[in-house]
T-cell receptor, first 114, second 114 residues
Framework: NAGVTQTPKFQVLKTGQSMTLQCAQDMNHNSMYWYRQDPGMGLRLIYYSASEGTTDKGEVPNGYNVSRLNKREFSLRLESAAPSQTSVYFC?????????????FGPGTRLTVL | GDSVTQMEGPVTLSEEAFLTINCTYTATGYPSLFWYVQYPGEGLQLLLKATKADDKGSNKGFEATYRKETTSFHLEKGSVQVSDSAVYFCALSTANQAGTALIFGKGTTLSVSS
């Protein structure tokens, strides 16, 4: 049982390049999330998917797109990377219907945009 | 909107010292409250949680009590260890179903020396 996995672990991009961050969970969770973590800012929600086939914007969606490929996988795409997108990206998942929305996090992707 | 405020760090303690990390929140409705911990180089892990007023969450010697009257959820531990060195995040959720993301504080770095 791997939990939540993310690839890659590290990535360096040049401004204007594109890339997709991959996330998969094996806990049969309905809901999945993408956060970014910046120093002194805590975690901020980029996008989330309440269930397969649905996606919604979070607090900081600009410059990103997402795809809920199936129940297991939720990818985050940067179409034209900017230095402001240098951050650590975390994917998380949770089970629908539980009262206190416990989320399980992946190990993160550290992205640097030059 | 909903928000979480936690004390800024870093907090530096000697082994076996008493720990308090303050957390207060602003929320409509009846939030669930959480403490997550992030060890160096890892993703976030749920440390403890409380879903209603006066509930006490506890785990690994850490405790926090949901105080509705003071809108607080302070984290405490009677005797810290070097292995407790990590970043601690207070978070809330006002949803009773998955699909709504957590709102995080900015995190407090704890450093424990022997």
């Amino acid at each position: 049982n791997a939990g939540v996995t993310q690839t890659p672990k590290f990535q360096v991009l040049k401004t204007g390049q594109s890339m997709t961050l991959q996330c998969a969970q094996d806990m049969n969770h309905n809901s999945m999330y993408w956060y970014r973590q910046d120093p002194g800012m805590g975690l901020r929600l980029i996008y989330y998917s309440a269930s397969e086939g649905t996606t919604d914007k979070g607090e900081v969606p600009n410059g990103y797109n997402v795809s809920r490929l199936n129940k297991r996988e939720f990818s985050l795409r940067l179409e034209s990377a900017a230095p402001s997108q240098t951050s650590v990206y975390f994917c998380a998942s949770s089970e629908a219907g539980i009262p206190f929305n416990e989320q399980f996090f992946g190990p993160g992707t550290r992205l640097t945009v030059l | 909107g909903d928000s979480v405020t936690q004390m800024e760090g870093p907090v530096t303690l000697s082994e076996e010292a008493f720990l308090t990390i303050n957390c207060t929140y602003t929320a409509t409705g009846y939030p669930s409250l959480f403490w997550y911990v992030q060890y160096p180089g890892e993703g976030l892990q749920l440390l403890l949680k409380a879903t209603k007023a006066d509930d006490k969450g506890s785990n690994k010697g850490f405790e926090a009590t949901y105080r509705k009257e003071t809108t607080s959820f302070h984290l405490e531990k009677g005797s810290v260890q070097v292995s407790d060195s990590a970043v601690y995040f207070c978070a809330l959720s006002t949803a009773n179903q998955a699909g709504t993301a957590l709102i995080f504080g900015k995190g407090t770095t704890l450093s424990v020396s022997s």
